[in-house]
């Protein structure tokens, strides 16, 4: 078994920040993001609303004809087209980006020396590039493939129990993390942030399970590059690979109290700040009505979730 920290509400007040006087949009982060495709189109609405949300600075967005006018329709904030950024966030929504136009900017994303969230078809090219500053956000079946691309081989966890899969998931992440020298987020309902050389990985278990819906992996990656990406743009130095670690697992703590605070909402009650800061104080405690959600409204409740935890902060 490794090693595992719970990432808690102190935890997330230490590192979200508001904005301050002298800040504008560039201060705060640029998040560079190329997602989405002709095939995956709504991923791309979900990366950068996800980074929206997560309170990017500034964004631009990197893709093809039909995801770009999506973006644009839905999201006039983006900026379109290439350029400087703080962070960057590949991937989702991409099926595989050996095949995409882009193949070549991605390529050289992973391989620069910049905070790259790498996701969904970008992972692909973990194999055959020599990653740097990357985040990886794989789900057990992009582990699995991504272990085999590696050489490390793939497991069964079929016959296997839950906590014994949990287990030989997070060795297969540390495998991974090892392997590549780069950070490993493994998505799921115990969602678990491996980096290498450290002896202990941050875990968050998620209060609700209302975010297994199609889309919220696309919203989790937005937000972490936006996370990423102020903190590059507050720092004098690069990013050392424990503060990208403990963005990604700030990522995926609000990412979680955001599902939760959007399922309630779907009970219909309006849930103040106040209230989630309360069920984020107490979560063994966090209960109420809940209902289904659509990866935009735990989107939209990401704003929810960062006040709460600016209120003691
Ligand atoms: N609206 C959109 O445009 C959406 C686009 N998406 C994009 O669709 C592409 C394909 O995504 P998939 O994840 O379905 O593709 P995969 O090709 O990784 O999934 C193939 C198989 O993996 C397994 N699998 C999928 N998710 C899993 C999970 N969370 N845990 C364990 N096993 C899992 C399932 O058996 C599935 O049939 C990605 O680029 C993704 O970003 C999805 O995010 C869904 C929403
Ligand atoms: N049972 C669950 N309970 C809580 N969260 C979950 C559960 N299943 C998935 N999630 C979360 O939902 C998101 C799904 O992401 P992903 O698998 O990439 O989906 P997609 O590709 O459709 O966006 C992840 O953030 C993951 O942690």
């Not at 509400?9 to 230490?14: F, G, I, M, T, Y």
């Not at 079929?158 to 949990?166: A, E, I, L, M, P």
């Not at 199609?214 to 990656?221: E, H, I, P």
């Not at 955001?258 to 069920?279: C, F, K, N, P, Y």
Request: glycine content about 10%; hydrophobic content about 45%; overall charge negative.
């Amino acid at each position: 078994m490794i090693a595992t920290r719970p990432f808690e509400l102190d935890d997330a007040r230490r590192l979200v920040t508001a904005p301050a006087l002298r800040d504008s949009k560039y201060t705060r982060g640029v998040t560079l993001l190329a997602t989405g495709s002709e095939e995956y189109p709504g991923a791309a609405v979900l990366s950068c609303a996800g980074a929206l949300a997560g309170g990017a600075g500034f964004m631009r967005y990197l893709g093809p004809e039909t995801p770009t006018s999506l973006v644009l329709s839905r999201l006039p904030e983006v900026v379109v087209g290439g350029g400087r950024a703080d962070a960057a966030v590949i991937g989702s929504g991409i099926g595989s980006a050996r095949d995409d136009a882009r193949a070549t900017e991605l390529r050289e994303l992973v391989e620069m020396d910049l905070p790259t969230v790498v996701d969904a078809g970008a992972l692909e090219l973990i194999a055959d590039t020599t990653p740097k500053s990357c985040i990886l956000t794989p789900h057990e079946s992009e582990l699995d493939k991504l272990g085999e691309q590696l050489g490390l081989g793939t497991i069964s966890t079929q016959k296997s129990g839950r906590r014994r899969t949990r287990t030989v998931r997070g060795k297969q992440a540390r495998s991974v993390a090892e392997h590549t020298g780069q950070i490993v987020l493994i998505k799921g309902a115990a969602t678990r942030i491996v980096t290498p050389g450290a002896e202990t990985a941050h875990l968050i278990e998620a209060p609700s399970h209302w975010a297994a819906t199609a889309g919220t992996g696309d919203v989790l990656a937005g937000m972490i590059g936006a996370f990423l990406a102020g903190a590059a743009a507050r720092s004098s130095m690069p990013l050392t690979n424990e503060e990208m670690a403990w963005q990604a697992s700030l990522g995926a703590w609000v990412h979680a109290w955001a599902a939760w605070t959007a399922a309630r909402r779907a009970s219909g009650d309006h849930i103040t700040a106040e209230e989630v800061l309360d069920a984020m104080s107490h979560p063994a405690m966090a209960a109420g009505f809940m209902g289904p959600i659509r990866a935009s409204d735990l989107a939209r409740a990401v704003p929810t979730v960062l006040a709460a935890t600016l209120a003691e902060a």
